[in-house]
């Protein structure tokens, strides 16, 4: 009879430690279900347009625009200079 009872201890006790991880594991569940949600409303929310930023390649020609070229420069002090007498 003895045996018996320990069996049954033993059993109740797997059976207490079962219930409590199966609450942890819901618990679980249940975070990673409150997440996909966020996830899927962020998905399915409005997307606001980007705004179009210049492309590197339309920033370089206008700042070659604005820059002083200086080889251009000296040419034409070179080419006043020898006009003048």
Do not use: C, H, Y
Not at 2 to 28: C, F
Not at 63 to 82: E, M, N, R, T, Y
């Amino acid at each position: 009879m003895a045996r018996v009872d320990e069996t049954r201890g033993k059993i109740e006790q797997q059976l207490t430690s079962d219930n409590n991880l199966r609450g942890e594991l819901q618990t679980v569940i249940d975070e990673n279900q409150r997440l996909q949600d966020q996830i899927n409303a962020g998905f399915s929310a409005p997307q606001r347009a980007a705004t179009p930023s210049p492309s590197p390649a339309s920033q370089a020609a206008q700042a070659g625009a604005q820059a002083v070229d200086p080889l251009g420069q000296w040419g034409k002090k070179i080419g006043s200079d020898q006009t003048q007498p």
